[in-house]
């Protein structure tokens, strides 16, 4: 199977880590990640202002890029995934005054939402199925109580993104029982960590941090998995109590392909 990729650039410099192991592991489970050329940053965050065009052309590149190849496009960083999703929606969206300006700049590949946008992930769930990943496991990993940490930007909008039930999620849990591992099922699993706070406010977003990793840490895990690099970044940094890690890493563990 061939998919489209999407990385990002936080997966180039600070988060090699998730964009290394989600390549290895996508290997071993037969999938290619063919990663788009040219691409450029996705803009960071979606901005919904409708007359803000510059930083959603680089993601409508590269959803038309995937198109032309007849390929889904994955991505892993979460940030970056809630971007495209939520670009692609726009473009479908005729009502959207934006998405035909979009079209005026890249013309003549006029694009109208016809990729399909998938987290990595879904990936794993909807195209490869966990119980296929359950029978490549080669390190099972018994015992490992690991706290999922989905943050804001993988399941909001719940609307748009349709990954999973926004308030009760399930999609990391399973794999996590698929690889082996206890799933912790925590009350700050799904709430935000303060990235987006921390240059205003520092300590709220300590405090915010502090309150997902300190609740995980009361429920019995052991370690902490995500897969928004942001959030990694803000929960180490601010004392969490256990480690944090990819999901992509804990996959790679349980495949036999972490160095």
């Known amino acids: 199977m061939k998919v489209s990729y999407f990385p990002g650039c936080t997966l180039k410099t600070k988060a090699k880590d998730l964009d290394l192991y989600a390549r290895k592991c996508a290997e071993v489970l037969g999938v290619t990640l063919e990663e788009i050329e040219n691409w450029q940053c996705c803009g960071g965050v979606f901005t919904t202002s409708n007359d803000?065009?510059?930083?959603?052309?680089?993601?409508?590149?590269a959803l038309s890029e995937a198109n032309k190849k007849g390929q889904p496009l994955v991505s892993v960083c979460s940030a970056c995934h809630n971007v495209l999703k939520q670009t692609n929606q726009m473009?479908?969206?005729?009502?959207?005054?934006?998405?035909?300006?979009?079209?005026?700049?890249?013309?003549?590949?006029?694009?109208?939402?016809?990729?399909e946008v998938i987290h990595y992930l879904e990936l794993l769930r909807?195209?490869?199925?966990?119980?296929?990943?359950?029978?490549?496991?080669?390190?099972?990993?018994?015992?490992?109580?690991?706290?999922?940490?989905?943050?804001?930007?993988?399941?909001?909008?719940?609307?748009?993104?349709?990954?999973?039930?926004?308030?009760?999620?399930?999609?990391?849990?399973?794999?996590?029982?698929a690889l082996g591992a206890e799933?912790?099922?925590?009350?700050?699993?799904n709430e935000c960590c303060g990235g987006y706070i921390t240059l205003e406010s520092k300590e709220l977003a300590k405090a915010k941090s502090q309150k997902v990793t300190s609740n995980a840490a009361d429920k019995g895990a052991e370690v902490i998995v995500?897969?928004?690099?942001?959030?990694?970044?803000n929960?180490?940094?601010?004392?969490?109590?256990?480690?944090?890690?990819?999901?992509?890493e804990l996959l790679a563990e349980a495949l036999g392909v972490k160095e």
Do not use: Q
Request: charged share 25%.
């Open 183 to 189: 799933p912790v099922i925590y009350a700050y699993r």
């Open 235 to 248: 929960l180490k940094k601010n004392g969490s109590p256990v480690p944090v890690v990819y999901i992509t």
């Open 226 to 233: 995500t897969a928004c690099p942001l959030c990694l970044y």
């Open 52 to 61: 803000e065009l510059a930083t959603k052309l680089s993601s409508v590149r």
């Open 91 to 115: 473009m479908k969206d005729d009502t959207i005054p934006a998405a035909n300006h979009v079209n005026n700049y890249i013309a003549p590949d006029s694009y109208n939402g016809e990729t």
């Open 126 to 177: 909807d195209k490869i199925g966990f119980d296929k990943i359950k029978e490549k496991v080669v390190n099972p990993l018994t015992g490992k109580k690991v706290a999922a940490y989905y943050g804001c930007l993988l399941l909001r909008p719940g609307k748009v993104m349709a990954m999973d039930d926004v308030e009760n999620p399930t999609i990391m849990e399973d794999l996590i029982r």
